[in-house]
Nanobody, 125 residues
């Protein structure tokens, strides 16, 4: 059973930086494509960034140039480095993974099977 555990969330002032991590457990022979999603109160969960096993990446327009997704396959860990944070980045951030999706780059929730519990990011003005 694949498990995803996020960490690194917190509170930061506008313009600040945070680095999220997602430790993945429960698989051995193949690695999934992985992504970060976020959900603010009263809003739909939206895709932030995703990365495949070869390191190809996809970003939401709202975070391009500010966020960087990366992965360490040897450690089964996914990262999201966030710079120039804005109050509108405030949300619960979720790690997601899928072994079969060919459309991971579209950043659609339905293309990811496994989800973490989330880590809260709060950006104050």
């Amino acid at each position: 059973q694949v498990q995803l555990v996020e960490s690194g969330g917190g509170s930061v002032q506008s313009g600040g930086s945070l680095r999220l991590s997602c430790a993945a457990f429960g698989y051995t022979y193949t690695s999934p494509c992985m992504g970060w999603f976020r959900q603010a109160p009263g809003k739909e969960r939206e895709g932030v960034a995703a990365i495949d096993i070869d390191g190809f990446t996809s970003y939401a327009d709202s975070v391009k140039g500010r966020f960087t997704i990366s992965r360490d396959n040897a450690k089964n860990t996914l990262y999201l480095q966030m710079h120039s944070l804005k109050p509108e980045d405030t949300a619960m951030y979720y790690c997601a993974a899928d072994f079969r999706s060919r459309d991971w780059w579209l950043l659609r929730r339905a293309d990811f099977t496994y989800w973490g519990q989330g880590t809260q990011v709060t950006v104050s003005a």
